[in-house]
Each structure stands twice: as C-alpha cells, then as structure tokens.
C-alpha cells in the first residue's frame, strides 16, 4: 500500500514539533522524501517512524530556507557513511531546482569530511528541475512546477500514484494562480495552512507569505480537490488541540476530506 508519512508538520520556527516534509512509499518500503526539515531531526523523525535513510534514493527540495533544506544535509551526511561501509545500495537521487542543489553541496562542502564529500556525482547524484519538468521517481509521474513565490524560488509538483490517484504538493505558500493547470483535480491536496482564519490578527500569516485554513479550504474547492492535507502550521496551538480545531474551522469550507496530521502520522493514500 502506498503510504505517507508526515515526519513533520510544523512552520519554521516551531519548536513542539518537527519542520513540515514527509515521505510516500511505495509497496516494497522505498520511500520518497519532499523536504528535510531544519537538521538533525529529521533523522530522529525517521527513527520515529521506523523509516531507514537505507530505503531512501530519491529526495525533492521545494527551496534554499532553513527549514526545508538544512534536514537533507544531514541525510546526505548519514547516506555518505553508510555508502562508505558499503550498507546502501545503489545512489541517493537529488532532485530541486539547481538552486538549492547549489546549496546543498556548497554546504556539505563545508561542513563535512572529504571523503564523504567524495560521493557527490558518483553515488549521490543531482537532477536539476525547471518549471514544467518531468521525470519517473519510484514508478511514479512526476511533474514539477515554479510556483511563482516573491519570496524565494520555490518549486511543488504533481504526481500520479501506483493506485491512478493524483497527489499534488504546493510547497509552503498559499495557492497561486499560475498551479491551477498541474494541480486540478488532484485527489490529494498537499498545502500549508498556517494559522486559524479566526487568528489572522494574532499571527499575521499574510505578512509572511502564508495563509489560513480557511483560505487553504477555499483553494481545495476552487481546484476540485477531492481531500487536502493540510501542514506547515505555527507552533503555539497546542499540539493537542490543534487538530480539532483546524477541522473544525476546516468543515465550513471544504466538503472534502480534510486532514490534519500529526508529525509520524500515516495517511493510507
Ligand atoms: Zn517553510
């Protein structure tokens, strides 16, 4: 069964849980990672989950912020050393705008050991992305696509599932117009919502190029999404009572199924 695993749901500066990326499998347990999170975190997420970085080939990085790349530093660092005591198979495929590619080989260039380092173009391998490109990732149809952010080049996709469905991942802003073509009628809306449309005034997502629940339910609708999955949320509500009431709020503007994940929650697709 093709699963998806939230290893985190929160926004950059959350500290009671981890930074939104997930993972979707497929049957065999060879999972595709979206995003790193901010750090080493992402590691324990992954033990947390009982996922291995052994059965993760094939990674995408929506942009160059902090708590989107800075996690796939450290995998690349604990697939180097398992590559280096020959306990990976086959090579870690990279895929983001070159871009963020930069990014990441300039900062594991710094910060790790040379013969670590040694792998990149060998065994850890970097596709660079464009707008509208596809590729095949684990059996899978992939199309990529610049969603036109103000605040820093950052890329979504659209992909068919093993199962026919349509699963689309907006990155971490809002909707934008220029999507509607890659992500219509996708049966799962992947999207940030980072506040409650009643706690505009008290966050502010506006200002920092994020939205509301509301807002991302709106979206859901006009797309024709069938579900949205909704992350990438402030860090304040407590974690307990976040579900609750994002659903709530959630219901007068979706008719859809809508989920609000918890970070290591499994959402059978
Ligand atoms: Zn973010």
């Known amino acids: ?19 939104t990326c997930f993972t979707i499998s497929r049957e065999d347990g060879e999972l595709f ?8 975190g992402l590691l324990r997420q992954l033990e947390l989950a009982h996922l291995s970085p052994l059965n993760i080939h094939n990674v995408f990085i929506s942009h160059n912020h902090s708590d989107h790349l800075l ?9 180097a050393q398992h590559i280096r005591k020959d306990r990976y198979l ?5 895929y983001a705008h070159q871009k963020s590619l930069d990014a990441v080989k300039t900062i594991c260039g710094i910060v790790m050991q040379p013969r670590l380092q040694a792998f990149f173009g060998d065994k850890i391998i970097l596709h660079p992305i464009e707008n509208g490109a596809q590729t095949i990732i684990l059996d899978r149809e992939f199309t990529f696509f610049d969603i036109q952010s103000v605040k820093e080049l950052q890329h979504g996709f659209t992909c068919r599932l093993l199962n026919g469905k349509k699963l689309s991942f907006l990155g971490d802003e809002p909707f934008h117009e220029c999507e509607r073509q890659y992500v219509e009628n996708s049966d799962y809306l992947l999207q940030e919502a980072y506040c409650l449309y009643s706690e505009v005034e008290l966050y502010r997502p ?6 509301t629940v509301v ?4 979206n859901a609708d006009s797309l024709n999404a069938k579900a949205t999955i909704l992350f990438h ?8 009572l976040r ?19 918890n970070d290591l929650d499994v959402i059978s697709l």
């Not at 506006?206 to 939205?211: L, R």
């Open 90 to 94: 086959g090579c870690l495929h990279i």
């Open 71 to 79: 996690g796939i530093v450290w995998l690349v660092r604990a697939i």
């Open 215 to 218: 807002d991302s339910c709106r």
């Open 243 to 261: 579900q609750k009431r994002y659903l709530q709020e959630a219901r007068a503007a979706f008719s859809g199924m809508v989920y609000v994940p």
């Open 33 to 40: 990672l979206v995003d790193g999170g901010g750090g080493n």
């Open 1 to 19: 069964m093709e699963q998806l695993t939230m290893l985190g749901t929160g926004a950059a500066m959350v500290t009671n849980m981890y930074n």
């Open 233 to 240: 949320t402030e860090g304040k509500t407590p974690i307990e």
């Open 206 to 211: 506006y200002t920092k190029h994020h939205g």
